[in-house]
T-cell receptor
Framework: DAKTTQPNSMESNEEEPVHLPCNHS???????IHWYRQLPSQGPEYVIH???SNVNNRMASLAIAEDRKSSTLILHRATLRDAAVYYC????????????FGGGTRLMVKP | GAGVSQSPSNKVTEKGKDVELRCDPI?????LYWYRQSLGQGLEFLIY????????KSGLPSDRFSAERTGGSVSTLTIQRTQQEDSAVYLC?????????????FGDGTRLSIL
């Protein structure tokens, strides 16, 4: 999978929106952008994914830049339960079936 | 609906013993994956099943590790003659079908500690 770059950590206040950035300048046309998060002592949790267009689901929104070289995960109203490590990864059908997590962004939510 | 279920949630055993870890995927999911995660580390891929067959066993660290899946559903990961370096959280995930557009849904893992 192509490489992604994320900030090591971010802070947010409870009930405020959070924008988590991800750079993927070497993305190919067939790479899907996936976001997962991992809360302490739990398995990873799928958040959202997209290819070219922005995506919304009950958990979050995914905004994808027009050139696809970056994307932003948007949590509309952060709660304490959203404190986790967020992973942005690229997945290509040609690159195997496994997920490979980089360092991710540790999101801290302040009450 | 029911998510991916793993058992046991915790396992402590002595070095040299065999252990068997179980994964119940989401009903109807044809693809199943095993990973492990050491403390503070990223995911390490172990093996992938499509139905009952394992087209990708590339991540199994040694011949002490094996896995099977029967009936296209439950999978077991077996570690023989456990070593201390096998201590980790073993995670199972499933997806409806295999492919880059498919989300993988994880269980909470089995925390394995080898004394």
């Amino acid at each position: 999978d192509a490489k992604t770059t994320q900030p090591n950590s971010m802070e947010s206040n409870e009930e405020e929106p959070v924008h988590l950035p991800c750079n993927h300048s070497t993305i190919s046309g067939t790479d899907y952008i996936h976001w997962y998060r991992q809360l302490p002592s739990q398995g990873p949790e799928y958040v959202i994914h997209g290819l070219t267009s922005n995506v919304n689901n009950r958990m979050a929104s995914l905004a994808i830049a027009e050139d696809r070289k970056s994307s932003t995960l948007i949590l509309h109203r952060a709660t304490l339960r959203d404190a986790a490590v967020y992973y942005c990864i690229l997945r290509d059908n040609n690159a195997g079936n496994m997920l490979t997590f980089g360092g991710g962004t540790r999101l801290m939510v302040k009450p | 609906g029911a998510g991916v279920s793993q058992s046991p949630s915790n396992k402590v055993t002595e070095k040299g013993k065999d252990v068997e870890l179980r994964c119940d995927p989401i009903s109807g999911h044809t693809a199943l994956y095993w990973y492990r995660q050491s403390l503070g580390q990223g995911l390490e891929f172990l093996i992938y099943f499509q139905g009952n067959s394992a087209p990708d066993k590339s991540g199994l660290p040694s011949d002490r590790f094996s896995a099977e899946r029967t009936g296209g559903s439950v999978s077991t990961l077996t570690i023989q003659r456990t070593q201390q370096e096998d201590s980790a959280v073993y995670l199972c995930a499933s997806s409806l079908v295999q492919g880059a557009s498919q989300p993988q849904h994880f269980g909470d893992g089995t925390r394995l500690s080898i004394l």
